[in-house]
């Protein structure tokens, strides 16, 4: 069933996926280059590393030589990031500008949103922080739960009632774990929306804005992520068939065994290089739905007078 979505309108989830998924079909071409520069950008830190590994199979390097680089490597690899994100934020914007009906050019946002590259930079890093200490909190208060499990062990005759209570212990752990990573994803997803549309943020406010915006709809938000994490699997499907013939090709016509000491690297190599081709298309995909879902979850919270283009999802 087709519908028009107009003025105010909320969104429902497959609302929401369809309408990503016509934007993303509709520029196809434009998105599509986008992603391919930000993936270039994350690939070429990765890039830079092919002639370490080479160096140890063939040479002798000098370790200090080797050691005095990676700090250049560190700052290679954060501004790569930061660019990559960028990249990912300008599809983001111009899917927003789609559906507020105020469509923006490539070379505009890209004005805009390049001097913000240590904001999304930051933004990010901040948020890979929290998820540490988060996780680093769980795994402390698990510790201390299995030397509970284990003084109670040690204190009762019958070892089964330990057991069962560690088992269900172990168990709650499980479920507060998945809870917290799943709330962590669906608070956070919209992380980079604010920065990339909201005038005077910062890294910080667009943590806030990101966890602000999302309150109230972790359920709906796992469930739009879960839907079009299905929608994507057939793509991934595609990637690993093509990845495992183009494997399996070129493995039986090397001129070498396959024990060579280059022969992992190359496999290596050629396994991300799929990869990388896989996420240029579900890159665009990815950054489609969140714009769709901010701009839902404005309408919802701030009622503000966004207009979603008239078109059938």
Same mark, same amino acid.
């Given at each position: $069933?087709?519908? *028009?979505?107009?003025?105010?309108?909320?969104?429902?989830?497959?609302?929401?996926?369809?309408?990503?998924?016509?934007?993303?079909?509709?520029?196809?071409?434009?998105?599509?280059?986008?992603?391919?520069?930000?993936?270039?950008?994350?690939?070429?830190?990765?890039?830079?590393?092919?002639?370490?590994?080479?160096?140890?199979?063939?040479?002798?390097?000098?370790?200090?030589?080797?050691?005095?680089?990676?700090?250049?490597?560190?700052?290679?690899?954060?501004?790569?990031?930061?660019?990559?994100?960028?990249?990912?934020?300008?599809?983001?914007?111009?899917?927003?500008?789609?559906?507020?009906?105020?469509?923006?050019?490539?070379?505009?946002?890209?004005?805009?949103?390049?001097?913000?590259?240590?904001?999304?930079?930051?933004?990010?890093?901040?948020?890979?922080?929290?998820?540490?200490?988060?996780?680093?909190?769980?795994?402390?208060? $698990?510790?201390?739960?299995?030397?509970?499990?284990?003084?109670?062990?040690?204190?009762?005759?019958?070892?089964?009632?330990?057991?069962?209570?560690?088992?269900?212990?172990?168990?709650?752990?499980?479920?507060?774990?998945?809870?917290? *990573?799943?709330?962590?994803?669906?608070?956070?997803?919209?992380?980079? $929306?604010?920065?990339?549309?909201?005038? *005077?943020?910062?890294?910080?406010?667009?943590? /806030?804005?990101?966890?602000?915006?999302?309150?109230?709809?972790?359920?709906?938000?796992?469930?739009?992520?879960?839907?079009?994490?299905?929608?994507?699997?057939?793509?991934?499907?595609?990637?690993?068939?093509?990845?495992?013939?183009?494997?399996?090709?070129?493995?039986?016509?090397?001129?070498?065994?396959?024990?060579?000491?280059?022969?992992?690297?190359?496999?290596?190599?050629?396994?991300?290089?799929?990869?990388?081709?896989?996420?240029?298309?579900?890159?665009?995909?990815?950054?489609?739905?969140?714009?769709?879902?901010?701009?839902?979850?404005?309408?919802?919270?701030? /009622?503000?007078?966004?207009?979603?283009?008239?078109?059938?999802?």
């Amino acid at each position: $069933m087709s519908q *028009n979505l107009t003025r105010m309108e909320p969104l429902s989830v497959g609302n929401i996926v369809s309408a990503g998924l016509r934007i993303y079909r509709d520029h196809f071409k434009s998105y599509s280059g986008i992603s391919i520069i930000a993936n270039l950008w994350a690939f070429l830190p990765f890039l830079a590393l092919i002639p370490v590994p080479l160096l140890f199979i063939y040479g002798q390097p000098e370790y200090p030589a080797v050691l005095a680089l990676i700090p250049l490597w560190l700052l290679l690899f954060l501004y790569c990031t930061g660019k990559s994100i960028v990249n990912g934020a300008i599809i983001a914007r111009l899917v927003f500008g789609e559906l507020t009906n105020q469509p923006e050019a490539v070379d505009d946002v890209r004005r805009i949103l390049n001097p913000k590259i240590w904001s999304f930079l930051l933004a990010f890093f901040l948020l890979f922080l929290i998820a540490i200490g988060v996780w680093l909190g769980l795994f402390l208060g $698990m510790g201390i739960i299995a030397a509970i499990i284990s003084a109670i062990g040690s204190a009762v005759q019958q070892n089964f009632v330990a057991i069962g209570i560690g088992v269900l212990i172990g168990i709650g752990i499980f479920v507060i774990f998945f809870s917290i *990573n799943i709330r962590l994803l669906t608070r956070f997803f919209i992380i980079d $929306m604010p920065l990339a549309v909201e005038e *005077n943020i910062t890294a910080t406010k667009t943590l /806030g804005r990101s966890w602000k915006l999302t309150k109230g709809y972790v359920v709906r938000i796992f469930i739009i992520l879960l839907v079009a994490t299905l929608v994507s699997i057939p793509i991934g499907i595609i990637m690993q068939f093509i990845a495992g013939t183009i494997q399996a090709i070129v493995f039986d016509n090397l001129p070498v065994e396959t024990t060579y000491p280059s022969v992992p690297l190359l496999s290596f190599l050629m396994g991300y290089t799929i990869g990388i081709l896989g996420n240029i298309f579900l890159l665009p995909f990815w950054q489609a739905i969140k714009a769709v879902i901010y701009y839902d979850l404005r309408t919802r919270r701030e /009622g503000m007078g966004l207009e979603l283009r008239k078109r059938e999802v």
